[in-house]
């Protein structure tokens, strides 16, 4: 079964602190993984995807093939980083599974 | 462009009723889904489709069915609607010269009574 795991639902951290927002997923392919944000009233849309190896508005993640991982990262939280955020995997087809998601706090 | 539209917004029905979502998109891509969220469950992908006149079920396809007649149109019909149906609908698209990015709808929040 391909599945991605989110284990924290909700996670806070004081701006300025560095923050990390787990996702674990397996796939016995080839995965192809995804940070979506979905910041209030607004769309869905991506963060960034591992391919691209880029950061974006400060986040980077790496895919960690050995421990199935794809965790995002930012060193200094911001207030605006406050949303919900998905990671995401493709699997060969074009199929999506999305995780839970974590929705972050960013303390002022 | 207006990218990904959803109709309607909201809507609430009753028990054993019927229903179409509809979702468009106007940036000619080939993929289209229809996902489902629910809190503590993240987004659930009920059906896809890769390309006008194709559909496959997804992770959560009982009680939905789609239609791709169109490529920038992907219909989500409930037949006859159940309350574990209460949800908000996501709509999105995506091309492989985007790199498979998927572009969301607004959504659509269902109640059934």
Not at chain 1, 39 to 64: C, M, P, V, W
Not at chain 1, 79 to 107: H, K, P
Not at chain 2, 75 to 101: D, R
């Amino acid at each position: 079964a391909q599945r991605v795991t989110q284990p924290e639902k909700l996670l806070s951290v004081f701006k300025g602190a560095p923050v990390e927002l787990k996702c674990n997923y397996s796939y016995s392919g080839s995965p192809e993984l995804f940070w979506y944000v979905q910041y209030s009233r607004q769309r869905l849309q991506l963060l960034l995807r591992h391919i691209s190896r880029e950061s974006i508005k400060g986040f980077t993640a790496d895919l960690n093939k050995g421990e199935t991982s794809f965790h995002l990262k930012k060193p200094f939280a911001q207030e605006e980083d406050s949303a919900m955020y998905y990671c995401a995997l493709r699997r060969s087809g074009n199929q999506f599974y999305f995780g839970t998601g974590t929705s972050l706090t960013v303390i002022p | 462009n207006a990218g990904v539209t959803q109709t309607p917004k909201f809507r609430v029905l009753k028990t054993g009723q019927s229903m179409t979502l509809l979702c468009a998109q106007d940036m000619n891509h080939e993929y289209m889904y229809w996902y489902r969220q629910d809190p503590g469950m993240g987004l659930r992908l009920i059906h896809y489709s890769v390309g006008e006149g194709t559909t496959a079920k997804g992770e959560v396809p009982d009680g939905y069915n789609v239609s791709r007649l169109k490529k920038q149109n992907f219909l989500l019909g409930l037949e006859s609607a159940a309350p574990s149906q209460t949800s908000v609908y996501f709509c999105a698209s995506s091309s492989p010269g985007q790199g498979y990015e998927q572009f969301f709808g607004p959504g659509t929040r269902l109640t059934v009574l």
